[in-house]
Nanobody
Framework: QVQLVESGGGLVQPGGSLRLSCAASGSIRRLYAMAWYRQAPGKQRELVAIIMSSGTTNYGDSVKGRFTISRDNAENTVYLQMNSLKPEDTAIYYC?????????WGQGTQVTVSS
């Protein structure tokens, strides 16, 4: 059994910052990748950022230069630092991990960017 617990979402004004966290626990022998996705109302879920076990990162075009993904391997935790937030960043953000037994998702955390 694998559990993902997300935290850090909320309401922020345009130009503000938020930091999301996702802690993975359970039967995890190896983490191949940890990622953040988001889904806005009426839109498909999209990749925000991903970090591989090697430390290699990749970002969606809309967040490059504003968001930073990082991970704590000892704690099986992934972070998403979001700066210069825009109203179009409003969405539910989901944590995602890939391990030898498959892919797992968090329950999602709401991020709302509004004045």
């Amino acid at each position: 059994q694998v559990q993902l617990v997300e935290s850090g979402g909320g309401l922020v004004q345009p130009g503000g910052s938020l930091r999301l966290s996702c802690a993975a626990s359970g039967s995890i022998r190896r983490l191949y990748a940890m990622a953040w996705y988001r889904q806005a109302p009426g839109k498909q879920r999209e990749l925000v950022a991903i970090i591989m076990s090697s430390g290699t990162t990749n970002y969606g075009d809309s967040v490059k230069g504003r968001f930073t993904i990082s991970r704590d391997n000892a704690e099986n935790t992934v972070y998403l630092q979001m700066n210069s937030l825009k109203p179009e960043d409003t969405a539910i953000y989901y944590c995602n991990i890939l391990i030898p037994t498959g892919e797992y998702w968090g329950q999602g955390t709401q991020v709302t960017v509004s004045s």
